[in-house]
């Protein structure tokens, strides 16, 4: 019966307006600062190689016959590279992407995420700006910066650089959690250890800047100088709530095949299909990329925030059905 479709959006008009408001502060913000506004393509011939994020996929008849399968896209990283490598200098955008994670309170497949490159940046500049947008976009108590090492070290007592997988493991049991899903990987041991052991643990009103993640996460972001166990990666938190991921970045085209290649090899280790490596990407690596630094930021969980949101349904129009 057309009786019983539920046809109307989740999220209230107030909170509708809400999310309008929200994209014209971060555009002002950027405006001031003579940040660039961009857009890239949502649907790609290459997605992300990392085995831990889930590519959603579809079959397009326009493309040629090698590019059939095309990528709606986790991030909009590579091509906003691509602009500046190219010239285009310090830039942002609001974009919709796509993530094959399921459905939760905090996850959906299809979100908006703010994405933001300066150029001359290192990350821990790019932390003081991010501290000045949310400032005017979320209310926070404190700031506070722990490295990924010390996070562990205090939460846990395990240094997440020398400890083994079964140290990981015995962690989930002391807390009565099942990790058998995960157990043949370290590193996917490591995210769940971070995701249900140490972010709870983060101050409930403080804004908090994880640093220092392992070199082997380190994805797209250069390895540290002072300890190559470690990249110049950060993510920041709200409460225990992630909202942005961000790098001081790797611009060294071969090193970043090289990650490339590996996350394929995991792939095809962990049973997962490989993921067709940017060339396009990589060659404007090769040209050379600016230093700079960048960060992306999911907008529903910060207006989730904003708005005393438990639920990420709650703030979007029309979320995945399931």
Same mark, same amino acid.
């Given at each position: ?142 700031? %506070? ?6 996070? &562990? #070290?205090?939460? =846990?007592? $395990? ?6 997988? !079964? /140290? ?60 190559? %166990? ?6 920041? &938190? #709200?409460?225990? =709530?992630? $909202? ?6 790797? !611009? /060294? ?52 925030l904003s708005l005393g949101r438990s ?12």
């Amino acid at each position: 019966m057309i009786d019983d479709i539920s046809w109307r959006p989740t999220a209230s008009i107030e909170t509708i307006k809400a999310r309008s408001a929200l994209y014209q502060q971060i555009r002002a913000f950027f405006m001031e600062r003579g940040v660039l506004e961009v857009e890239t393509p949502v649907l790609a011939p290459c997605g992300v190689t990392e085995p831990h994020i889930a590519n959603l996929t579809v079959t397009c008849a326009a493309v040629s016959s090698t590019f059939r399968t095309q990528y709606l896209q986790t991030s909009p990283e590579y091509a906003m590279k691509r602009l500046i490598a190219g010239g285009v200098g310090d830039c942002f955008e609001i974009t919709k992407v796509f993530r094959d994670d399921g459905v939760s309170k905090r996850h959906n497949p299809e979100f908006t995420l703010l994405e933001w490159y300066r150029l001359g940046f290192t990350d821990a500049d790019l932390m003081e700006e991010i501290v000045s947008l949310l400032n005017k976009l979320v209310s926070f108590s404190g700031v %506070r910066k722990v490295t990924y090492q010390q996070a &562990f #070290l205090e939460t =846990l007592g $395990l240094c997440p650089l020398t400890c083994s997988s !079964s /140290d990981l493991v015995h962690s989930f049991e002391a807390e009565g959690l099942d990790c058998r899903v995960v157990m043949d990987d370290r590193n996917s041991l490591l995210d769940l250890a971070m995701s249900l052991l140490v972010e709870p643990s983060f101050p409930h009103g403080d804004l908090t800047f994880v640093t220092e993640y392992p070199s082997n996460q380190a994805a797209l972001a250069r390895v540290c100088e002072h300890d190559s %166990r470690v990249a110049h990666r950060f993510e920041v &938190f #709200l409460g225990g =709530l992630e $909202l942005a991921n961000g790098y001081w970045e790797l !611009s /060294d085209a071969a090193e970043q095949r090289r990650r490339f290649e590996a996350d394929n090899k995991r792939r095809i280790e962990l049973g997962l299909p490989e993921v067709p490596v940017d060339e396009e990407f990589l060659a404007a690596l090769g040209e050379g990329l600016p230093d700079c630094a960048g960060v992306a930021m999911g907008l529903d969980r910060l207006l989730m925030l904003s708005l005393g949101r438990s639920n990420i349904k709650d703030v979007l129009a029309f979320p995945a059905s399931v």
